[in-house]
């Protein structure tokens, strides 16, 4: 079977991969519920101090909303660091609680303090005095502050935001959902609507993939959302319910992490085709990129996509981003560049994931994951070769994606820095 390129073509997907892709929704999407909620369920975001605990957080909820209507209720973002004036306070025992949203008495108070109203957002930053008293600063913002108008024209098709339904909401991100398009006759199908987050980020992102031709081995938007005022809220792309590797295997293996690490007691429920046809997969995305000098995209499990046809698909491969447990030994921030060998290198997690069936490198604090990796059997050494060649400490060792792709073809592994490409 070949897509797009016959030169780099793709094994077939087996009946075994089509059903791991067409799971019934996974518990990682979670209904949403019309009916009987002043609140909506709190999310926090911890800002992550590198070495130490978390130094800042921000919690966001919306009161009185339609769950499945955007831009309903009142929206709170709450944002505060950690307090070193008043060591006990509600800051810090939310900041040292691995997460957790700040306590409903503290939210009760600031929300009497401010006040927020409907169809926009209150923005609050709050800190405790010592003394235990609150000094709350407030401001109002559109609902969505992080709309925006496009610079440049794209070749996304638009769909208003006030067309969408919210019906699933994704537990790993308060920024993902799953939506319908109530003005579309023709299709009831449900579509991933992510929101923009980061202005400037989601531009660069945005004109980049649109710049792309239309090829099998990514994934890329279908519809652009907008209001009516024209800003742009996010963008719309094909759902698949197996959702990403990570969370394909985190739902095949929900017990396997002990703290010991993602090995222990993993038991193999993929085939070896299937296993093999996922890392052609990959190989082929990222040696189509690598053809188009298009490099440091951030390749990892959570980007890869379990798609209903039982092929994997790659996402957020826009370039200049890395995440820290898949750097290169030579590309720790804060010396990460874009290179080559480093997109090789994080190939060769993503395949090592793949055949151990693992959600994610486990690399504790680290930025880089220890080396060598274990490996659980019934991998064929051939493939453990590849992938330690990947790896390789040396980056001037490693193998180039298209020859990684040309031996997961093949079947075999030979000497890949004997290749040309």
């Not at 660091?81 to 040292?96: F, G, M, S, W, Y």
């Not at 929300?111 to 709050?126: I, W």
Request: hydrophobic share 40%; aromatic share 8%; proline share 9%.
């Amino acid at each position: 079977m070949s897509r797009q390129e016959p030169n780099l073509s793709v094994l077939a997907a087996t009946a075994e991969a089509i059903a791991l892709g067409n799971p019934e929704l996974t518990p990682f999407w979670r209904p949403v519920d019309s009916t009987g909620h002043s609140r909506s369920e709190a999310s926090q975001n911890v800002w992550e101090c590198p070495g130490g605990p978390p130094d800042g957080a921000e919690t966001y909820f919306v009161i009185d909303p339609d769950p499945k209507v955007f831009g309903t209720g009142a929206a709170v973002h709450i944002r505060y660091l950690r307090n070193k004036d008043v060591p006990e306070c509600a800051e810090n025992t939310a900041l040292d609680g691995e997460g957790t949203a700040l306590d409903q008495d503290t939210m009760d108070l600031i929300l009497r303090r401010v006040q927020p109203k409907q169809g926009v957002q209150t923005s609050v930053d709050f800190k405790t005095l010592p003394g235990g008293s609150l000094s709350v600063e407030a401001r109002v913002r559109p609902f969505y502050p992080d709309a925006l108008l496009l610079p440049n024209p794209v070749s996304v098709p638009p769909v208003l935001l006030s067309s969408l339904r919210r019906t699933h909401k994704l537990c790993t991100s308060p920024h993902v959902c799953l939506v319908k398009i109530t003005s579309d006759a023709v299709s009831d199908d449900v579509r991933v609507f992510k929101r923009i987050t980061h202005g400037p980020t989601f531009v660069k992102e945005l004109e980049f993939v649109t710049r792309l031709p239309d090829v099998d081995f990514l994934l890329r938007p279908t519809h652009l959302v907008l209001d009516e005022a024209g800003l742009v809220h996010g963008v719309l792309s094909d759902a698949h319910p197996a959702s990403s590797l990570s969370l394909t295997m985190e739902r095949l293996h929900p017990l396997a992490f002990d703290g010991s690490g993602y090995l222990a007691g993993t038991t193999p429920s993929v085939s070896w085709p299937v296993k093999l046809g996922w890392a052609t997969d990959v190989a082929a995305a990222a040696a189509w990129l690598h053809a188009r000098a298009i490099v440091g995209w951030d390749l990892k499990t959570d980007n890869v996509i379990l798609c209903k046809d039982g092929h994997c698909r790659v996402i957020d491969y826009c370039p200049g981003g890395y995440t820290l447990g898949w750097c290169a030994p030579e590309a720790i921030p804060p010396n990460w560049e874009a290179t080559i060998e480093g997109d090789v290198f994080d190939l060769g997690l993503v395949l090592w994931c793949i055949a151990v069936e693992v959600p994610t490198v486990d690399t504790g604090e680290e930025a880089s994951p220890p080396l060598p990796l274990e490996w659980s059997e019934g991998t064929p050494g051939w493939f453990r070769a590849l992938v330690s060649a990947c790896v390789e400490p040396d980056p001037g060792r490693r193998p180039s994606a298209r020859c990684v792709h040309e031996s997961l073809i093949a079947g075999d592994f030979d000497d890949l820095r004997n290749y040309t490409d």
